[in-house]
């Protein structure tokens, strides 16, 4: 692992997610940060981390990728790095692709 996914997984396990949810979250937000914006740094993921509006950590994660996603005009469909990721209910990311 990079020291910046160690740094995240950091910031969500104090967050309250457990070992292995965390490890995922930052393995995700690690190919976010090297597929979009490689300028991303622990210290903002944790600032806004803190002002996701829900208290469950997948919830509060999947918001922070959701929030990141929308100030990068690279990442249109940011579901690949949500842990909730892809559900029944969503769109084929194979079709029309």
Do not use: I
């Not at 950590?57 to 929308?70: E, I, S």
Request: glycine share 4%; charged share 35%; aromatic share 10%.
């Amino acid at each position: 692992m990079s020291e910046f996914t160690d740094d995240v997984q950091a910031v969500f396990e104090s967050a309250g997610a457990d070992e292995s949810t965390a490890a995922d979250a930052a393995e995700k937000l690690a190919a976010f940060r090297e597929d979009h914006d490689e300028d991303l740094t622990a210290d903002a993921v944790e600032t806004t981390f803190a002002d996701a509006p829900d208290e469950d950590f997948v919830h509060a994660y999947d918001w922070l990728v959701g929030h990141l996603a929308a100030e990068n005009d690279d990442c249109t469909d940011s579901r690949e790095y949500r842990l909730a990721g892809f559900d029944d209910f969503a769109a084929d990311p194979e079709v029309g692709a």
